[in-house]
């Protein structure tokens, strides 16, 4: 026997990769094409020293009562994280302890099949209907629990509130997660469910419609006893998972709703004419609500076109897997960005 019998095997997420090119055009992992808020660098510029050499607020206490204000909770009902993928982390660990399976769409987010395996999280991936729609009555079944994306990934289709509230209303002893990254992109939110419900989730990011993907920002709204128990896990492994710095930018962020509004204006009006441009170009798509479309092309095969835009520096994501081999997920740029997608792939689909 030797160490190497006693590691932890696991398969990691593979994240988009991240080029670092003078000249790219990165429509590959959903970052916002605009900048911050204007308050965040101009907060960034006033970083003293002892944001450097001390340690943070370990409860986040100003960014968390920003994002209180915002959302009209409870500080007592936010838990803020290293990007939502550390706050989903939190979360598996401390609400997925049943021996039932915790249930997700079998086309999602692929980290939640990671995280699964990390904590030996026994799930089920229930299959998305024949159009990519994920269907509330396929989860009225024993479980230990729910999680699905909402817009869901990479399909960026969206599920009506009404039909987020079967799947929560249906299984009151499991926690449901409603993961809410790309909701601002278009999609109501099931944060309005929470007086209702104690066994809902609700995550969202800074990432993609507040333009600070690498200050790794992320949080967790849901009932008071919900986020305590979040909170005793997470000083179980790391109190200070917050930087000074992403309190001090993500508190600027939330404080400026004007221009949150504003960009997310700009990348929906970006997406309705991207839709169109590539509906002319042969693409077939689900009806996008988040700031990416999931594209099929009528003859020329998805790996083909990804390699191809790929020697031009134009980056999609291109997922391998049953059902979603021949699309391609495109982020939603600047319109000048996109209007260089378009006139490439009018050319080579000399269309
Ligand atoms: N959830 C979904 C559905 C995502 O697509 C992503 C982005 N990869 C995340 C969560 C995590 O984003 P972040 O950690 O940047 O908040």
């Known amino acids: 026997m030797s160490w190497e019998d006693y590691v932890r095997r696991v398969e990691p997420y593979v994240p988009g990769e991240q080029p670092n090119k003078a000249r790219m055009i990165k429509l590959n992992t959903n970052e916002n094409p605009y900048p911050p808020a ?43 994280g290293v990007g939502s993928d550390d706050v989903l982390a939190m979360a598996f660990l401390t609400f997925f302890q049943s021996e039932k399976p915790l249930l997700f769409p079998d086309i999602s987010y692929s980290f939640y099949k990671v995280w699964a395996e990390l904590y030996r999280i026994p799930y089920e991936c229930v299959p998305l209907d024949e159009n990519f729609r994920i269907r509330p009555e396929d989860y009225r079944r024993e479980n230990g ?43 109501e939110s099931a944060l309005s469910l929470l007086p209702k419900y104690d066994n809902l989730l609700v995550v969202q990011t800074f990432s993609k419609s507040r333009s600070m ?70 693409f077939h798509f689900p009806e996008p609500s988040a700031n990416f479309i999931f594209a099929e092309h009528e003859s020329v095969p998805a790996a ?48």
């Open 213 to 282: 993907a690498g200050m790794r920002i992320g949080y967790a709204i849901g009932s008071e006893k919900m986020i305590k128990a979040m909170m005793d896990v997470k000083y179980s492994f790391n109190s200070y998972t917050m930087n000074r710095t992403s309190i001090e930018l993500g508190y600027e962020a939330v404080k400026d709703e004007a221009y949150f509004q504003e960009t997310i204006a700009k990348v929906k009006a970006t997406r309705e004419r991207a839709a169109k441009r590539l509906a002319e170009l042969g």
């Open 145 to 187: 629990g729910i999680i699905f994306p909402n817009p869901n990934a990479p399909t960026s289709l969206l599920l009506p509130l009404d039909e987020v509230e079967k799947i929560v209303a249906g299984s009151p002893d499991s926690v449901v997660i409603v993961d809410e990254a790309y909701i601002d992109f278009g999609g």
């Open 304 to 351: 083909e076109l990804f390699q191809a835009l790929r020697e031009k520096d134009i980056y999609v994501r291109h997922f391998n897997g049953a059902r979603v081999e021949n699309f391609l997920r495109i982020t939603i740029g600047t319109d000048e960005e996109m209007e260089e997608l378009f006139a490439f792939l009018k050319e080579y689909l000399r269309k």
């Open 38 to 80: 204007p308050g965040v660098a101009a907060a960034l510029k006033g970083i003293q020293d002892e944001t450097l050499r001390l340690y943070p607020d370990p409860t986040a206490k100003k960014l968390v009562d920003a994002l209180a204000e915002r959302y009209q909770v409870s500080p007592s009902q936010v838990f803020v």
